[in-house]
């Protein structure tokens, strides 16, 4: 980083027609050492909490042994490049899964993820569960944000009906619970995302929304006077960073557009609104990239990702794997199911390790966006095909800047409740409690060398 004695607003926006462009950090923004130092000495301050569904083939996931990382099992062989930034954690259970009183295992798996605590049966809309970890996190970081959290899914966020066990489908559908009593379901689709995050329509009507995707222009158009005047003003590094971002933005709305122009010829898929890409994996990666984006621009520091949500039936033709994919996880240990199986894992990871990728090439202040992010990646079943929810598979990546000491397999005892968990988390984004859900107290080892 380049220290320089100017210094732009940490908040400088780029605006025009409704149009609003967060900056990334810069080098402008630093205008002394003193400030520098703060900069890195700052306490990891992001959080994303990744879920999966129906379990895990847990013999494709389960490292072969505890201590150092070796060869990476085939669930998690996409993260090998960021081996030394993985910490894997067995041990850790959901006794507030089992303690809930009616519902499925899906439901209840989901429904106490990041809350430790046993929901209220029900069918209908008087839901009753617990206030989530991210959201104790949001209430704290969402103070510096434009965003206090941001919830995103690959699958309909419907929240109406029962599901699973005949338990509510807010159970099911989300991880993610600002009060008790308020679920709060994952965005789906990208245009959508795109205008939480950088406006543009300047409204939620469907018509409106419409004449701006058909007028066929960048929001960086909307702001090219803003961009010009700005680069005027920053050194031949910033320029640099500017132009990579801008690159970013002007990217992700190409592919968007592009969506939405397929959508639009073609039949579309059932239940699949405008502007989501028919692939898995494309609409992954879109999501995964705006994700990065509000990182990036510091617009949330906070954020959940359903990439699929419990009991999703979705088939994935596209890596060889034709069964849907909540039947296929009844496998009854049958080797050609187990093998299908993990290959839908593993899908699913190489989803999450492009965003690992993407956070690692974007460089902040003396380290990277993946050493100030803390991501946990896992699902509150372990096995799919017993539906217990002890030994749940768990993996952290990132938290170099917190002190987390990846590269390791660490084994907790049988029967470590989960909450401890989210307990440390909670600690590491600088936000002490003495207790969430069922927790005796935070996690040891997660620093050690």
Not at 33 to 42: C, D, G, K, V
Not at 107 to 112: E, M, N, V
Not at 178 to 207: I, K, M, N
Request: proline fraction near 6%.
């Amino acid at each position: 980083m380049i220290i320089t004695k100017k210094c732009l607003p940490r908040r400088t926006m780029l605006r025009g027609l409704g149009a609003t462009i967060a900056l990334p950090l810069l080098d402008g923004m630093v205008p002394a050492l003193t400030a520098l130092s703060r900069t890195a000495a700052a306490p990891i301050r992001r959080l994303g909490v990744f879920y999966v569904p129906n379990g895990m083939a847990m013999g494709y996931w389960m490292p072969d042994t505890e201590g150092a990382l070796g060869e990476l099992p085939p669930i998690m062989a996409a993260l090998t490049p960021y081996r030394d930034q993985l910490l894997v954690l067995s041990g850790l259970g959901s006794e507030a899964a089992t303690l809930v009183k009616g519902g499925g295992d899906h439901a209840r798996s989901a429904g106490t993820f990041l809350t430790s605590v046993p929901f209220k049966f029900t069918y209908g809309a008087d839901v009753y569960a617990a206030v989530s970890m991210d959201q104790l996190a949001a209430r704290v970081l969402g103070r510096e944000t434009q965003l206090a959290s941001l919830e995103l899914a690959l699958d309909s966020n419907a929240m109406l009906g029962s599901c699973d066990g005949g338990s509510s489908c807010a159970y099911t559908n989300t991880i993610a619970w600002r009060t008790p009593t308020t679920p709060l379901p994952g965005e789906r689709d990208p245009r959508a995302v795109f205008e939480l995050l950088f406006g543009a329509s300047g409204s939620t009507d469907p018509a409106v929304r419409l004449a701006r995707i058909q007028r066929d222009r960048s929001i960086l158009d909307f702001v090219s006077n803003e961009v010009a005047s700005l680069r005027g003003r920053l050194g031949p590094r910033d320029q640099v960073k500017l132009a990579e971002y801008l690159d970013a933005v002007r990217d992700i709305e190409r592919r968007i557009q592009k969506a939405e122009e397929q959508n639009t010829r073609e039949l579309p898929v059932v239940e699949q609104p405008i502007g989501i890409p028919t692939l898995y994996a494309d609409h992954a990666r879109l999501q995964m990239d705006l994700l990065a984006l509000a990182y990036q621009t510091d617009l949330t520091r906070v954020s959940t990702f359903m990439l699929a949500k419990e009991v999703s039936g979705r088939a994935y033709p596209e890596i060889g794997v034709s069964d849907s994919h909540h039947p296929l996880s009844h496998h009854q240990n049958e080797p050609a199911k187990l093998e299908r199986l993990h290959r839908i894992n593993a899908h699913h990871m190489e989803q999450f390790a492009y965003l690992v990728a993407r956070l690692q090439a974007i460089p902040e202040g003396d380290g990277t966006l993946l050493d100030r992010s803390l991501l946990v990646y896992g699902t509150g079943i372990s096995d799919s095909n017993t539906h217990f929810h002890d030994d749940l598979p768990i993996a952290l990546v990132g938290g170099a800047a917190a002190g987390l000491k990846g590269g390791r397999h660490i084994r907790y005892p049988v029967g470590t409740p989960l909450a401890n968990l989210w307990q440390t988390v909670l600690d590491k984004m600088g936000i002490p409690i003495d207790r969430i859900g069922d927790s005796t107290g935070p996690l040891d080892h997660l620093t050690d060398v």
